[in-house]
């Protein structure tokens, strides 16, 4: 049987449609992992909500690296909003994310760790949305392309069922040359832009990247 493939950019423009007709904006608990990829979610979303941000990502490493994409996102919406955008910084903890991806520690990127990582990161930050009654909650990361925006819409849906009655926004910020977008806002603000997804794994991999790239471009030289 052939699974119709769900345009989540569809959905999103749909209900934001639905939104912009109410007299008060909803609130949008919005969950970001980094300047970068917040810069074109944020410019779309805050037209229709009263956003508050949330940097829950215990999964960034080391600590240092935590700290720099924080203040980064904090320079850029102090910048971008005039300081009128609260954001929640959630505690460093990568023990947290280590307990949570124990025994696949050795999967590639993409694969079951970096699934575990994401359930993890969206219900950190959806459990404070809806203990702290927004309306709705959503996430930037489906503006990467390195993000399977069907999978995070697929794990915000299943923790809508736990957490209702804050909504979860279903988008694909992706879609309509989001990421492109988004990357043209960061350099206009000068925002620092990571070359590793986040956690020690994927440091590894890009530090073996390199100098597998040096290593070619010294034998070619």
Same mark, same amino acid.
Do not use: W
């Given at each position: 049987? /052939?699974?119709? *493939? /769900?345009?989540?950019?569809?959905? =999103? *423009?749909k209900e934001i449609n639905d939104i912009s007709k109410?007299?008060? *904006?909803?609130?949008? %608990?919005?969950?970001? @992992?980094?300047g970068p990829c917040l810069t074109y979610p944020l410019s779309i979303l805050i037209k229709y =909500?009263?956003?508050? /941000?949330? =940097? %829950?990502?215990p999964n960034i490493y080391p600590e240092e690296e935590y700290f720099k994409r924080f203040n980064e996102l904090k320079r850029f919406v102090k910048e971008y909003t005039n300081n009128e955008v609260k954001i929640i910084l959630n505690e460093y903890n990568y023990?947290?994310?280590?307990?949570?991806i124990k025994g696949y520690e050795k999967e590639k990127e993409g694969g079951k760790r970096c699934e575990i990582c994401h359930r993890l +990161?969206? &219900?950190? #930050?959806? *459990?404070?949305?809806?203990?702290?009654? %927004?309306?709705? =909650?959503?996430?930037?990361m489906t503006v990467? @392309? $390195? $993000?399977? #925006?069907?999978?995070?819409? &697929?794990i915000g849906i299943s923790l809508e069922k736990k957490?209702?009655?804050?909504?979860?926004?279903?988008?694909? %910020?992706?879609? &309509?040359n989001g990421q492109l977008k988004g990357i043209q806002i960061a350099k206009e603000y000068n925002l620092y832009r990571q070359?590793?997804?986040?956690? #020690?794994? #994927?440091?590894?991999? +890009?530090?073996e990247f390199e100098k597998l790239k040096m290593q070619i471009l010294n034998k070619n030289s």
């Amino acid at each position: 049987m /052939i699974q119709t *493939k /769900i345009n989540y950019n569809e959905i =999103f *423009k749909k209900e934001i449609n639905d939104i912009s007709k109410l007299k008060t *904006k909803p609130t949008l %608990f919005l969950h970001a @992992c980094c300047g970068p990829c917040l810069t074109y979610p944020l410019s779309i979303l805050i037209k229709y =909500f009263n956003v508050t /941000i949330g =940097f %829950f990502n215990p999964n960034i490493y080391p600590e240092e690296e935590y700290f720099k994409r924080f203040n980064e996102l904090k320079r850029f919406v102090k910048e971008y909003t005039n300081n009128e955008v609260k954001i929640i910084l959630n505690e460093y903890n990568y023990q947290t994310y280590l307990s949570q991806i124990k025994g696949y520690e050795k999967e590639k990127e993409g694969g079951k760790r970096c699934e575990i990582c994401h359930r993890l +990161r969206l &219900e950190l #930050s959806y *459990k404070y949305a809806y203990d702290h009654h %927004f309306d709705y =909650f959503t996430s930037v990361m489906t503006v990467s @392309c $390195k $993000k399977p #925006s069907s999978l995070l819409n &697929e794990i915000g849906i299943s923790l809508e069922k736990k957490y209702l009655p804050t909504k979860y926004l279903q988008a694909d %910020f992706k879609k &309509e040359n989001g990421q492109l977008k988004g990357i043209q806002i960061a350099k206009e603000y000068n925002l620092y832009r990571q070359n590793y997804c986040g956690c #020690s794994f #994927s440091l590894e991999a +890009r530090k073996e990247f390199e100098k597998l790239k040096m290593q070619i471009l010294n034998k070619n030289s």
